[in-house]
């Protein structure tokens, strides 16, 4: 079975440029979830799908960050425009039941 | 809101010991769930173990059990006979049960970075 999917591992841009981050969740899963991990804050929830629908988003820093979910194997998060501070990694997880299942995350370092 | 707390930033332990990593948490609810994730240097995320706060019974996955202990919102992870690849950090994570029947995000700690020494 394959586990989440994560696009891209790295991503480098510029102060100001859009960036958008994929996931696959994994097939039959009907919980999507974006967390982000710096090392001042931690692992951080972001926003979470519960059957495609956004349920919170409260996590979502600014209004730069937006989230989209058209399908059930497929999400999107979008910075627009992207600022130094939000350099991390960016994980998505899955899940089905309990447990959730993450993907191999996105390290994204905004110059 | 929940939190969940570990104290010891970073732990060693000889390899082939003993080693418990420490997890508080604080909560209204009485239904919950908690897991211990393991990150090593490759960053993925990794399930180590779950328990659910209804069974009285500690959960264990061969090497690894915890010492649940609810009334005192506690959550602590044993490793026994610690092997090198159980280097990573470690961290202690809560979710609630959504009354709704969905699921709820993860609230983490700050993580413990274990140390095998050989």
């Known amino acids: 079975d394959a586990g989440v999917i994560q696009s891209p591992r790295h991503e480098v841009t510029e102060m100001g440029q859009e960036v958008t981050l994929r996931c696959k969740p994994i097939?039959?899963?009907?919980?999507l979830f974006w967390y982000r991990q710096t090392m001042m804050r931690g692992l951080e929830l972001l926003i979470y799908?519960?059957?495609?629908?956004?349920?919170?988003d409260s996590g979502m820093p600014e209004d730069r960050f937006s989230a989209k979910m058209p399908n059930a194997s497929f999400s999107t998060l979008k910075i627009q425009p992207s600022e130094p501070r939000d350099s991390a990694v960016y994980f998505c997880?899955?899940?089905?039941?309990?447990?959730?299942?993450f993907g191999p995350g996105t390290r994204l370092t905004v110059l | 809101a929940q939190t969940v707390t570990q104290s010891q930033p970073e732990m060693s332990v000889q390899e082939a010991e003993t080693v418990t990593l420490s997890c508080t948490y604080d909560?209204?609810?009485?239904?919950?769930?908690l897991f211990w994730y393991k990150q090593p240097p490759s960053r993925q995320m990794i399930l180590v173990i779950r328990?659910?706060?209804?069974?009285?019974q500690n959960a264990t996955e061969n090497r690894f059990s915890v010492n649940f202990q609810k009334a005192a919102k506690s959550f602590s992870l044993k490793i026994s006979d610690s092997q090198l690849g159980d280097a990573a950090m470690y961290f202690c994570?809560?979710?609630?049960?959504?009354?709704?029947?969905?699921?709820?995000?993860?609230?983490f700690g700050k993580g413990t970075h274990l140390i095998i020494q050989p």
């Open positions: 997880a899955s899940s089905l039941r309990a447990t959730q299942y």
């Open positions: 097939s039959g899963h009907n919980s």
């Open positions: 799908f519960n059957n495609n629908v956004p349920i919170d």
């Open positions: 909560t209204s609810e009485s239904d919950y769930y």
């Open positions: 328990q659910e706060a209804y069974k009285q």
């Open positions: 994570a809560y979710r609630t049960l959504n009354s709704g029947g969905g699921a709820d995000g993860l609230t």
